[in-house]
């Protein structure tokens, strides 16, 4: 048995691509009108379709939350279903740095990794043993980025303040941490680490990257939970399809 698949019980994680809603009409506010709108969902098809032949992954989908008064979440979902390592490997490659850098944005710090478990599906059985169920931890790499191009007063104005977060889940692998990737390997040497991965017969059948970008919300805390309620929030764990 593939050692590396010893720990996988079946369960893959996916985001459901969400449906796109109406734009909000701006209207001055009342006390009719004064509740918060509800999010504003915008599907990125051509985002989505520049990415997957450099990726290659198998599906994914991009898109964009507008939360109303400057915020919103960009969101990233790509999916690998029996691909090669090389491909896995390279899902751990792409950090925040290049892609934001890339499109003019700076870096400003590298925070701590934060931690979010997925409960167990419905009527999963216990892990072996029965102490705990089934559940999925993902290491999400926090990484605060400032955005030069939005004109406002203020050099550090909300507008200008990225949150991003990125987890990469692998099938078979617990905690893997995208800075760090899989066993404590820095993946800065792809050749070396596929020499490796062929070595260990490395050959996870499924792998997937979540991520997303909080703008407008500078404070770490409430961007994280802004994120958990309206993207982690809809994370699913289930069985792929045959």
Known sequence: MNPDMAGFDGQVIELPPPTSTPGREKEPP?????????????????????????????????????????AGIHVAFFAWDGADTGSVLEAFRHMPEACMGAIGLQLVSREPPVIHTLPAPDGHPPRQGGRNPASTTLVFDHTVFHDPRATTAHPFAPAQVI????????????????????????????????????????????????????RGIPDPSLAWQTFEQHVLGQVRQSRPAP
Do not use: K
């Open 30 to 70: 009342t006390r009719e009108t004064s509740a918060p709108s509800p999010p504003v969902i915008t599907a990125l098809p051509e985002i989505y379709q520049h990415s997957a032949p450099m990726l290659r992954c198998s599906h994914g989908h991009v898109h964009h939350i507008d939360l109303g008064d400057g």
């Open 163 to 214: 949150h991003a977060f990125r987890a990469v889940w692998v099938a078979g692998v617990e905690n893997a941490d995208p800075r760090v990737g899989i066993r404590g390997r820095q993946f800065t040497h792809l050749r070396s680490i596929r020499l490796d991965a062929a070595r260990s017969r490395f050959r996870p059948p499924h792998a997937r990257v979540i991520q997303g970008a909080v």
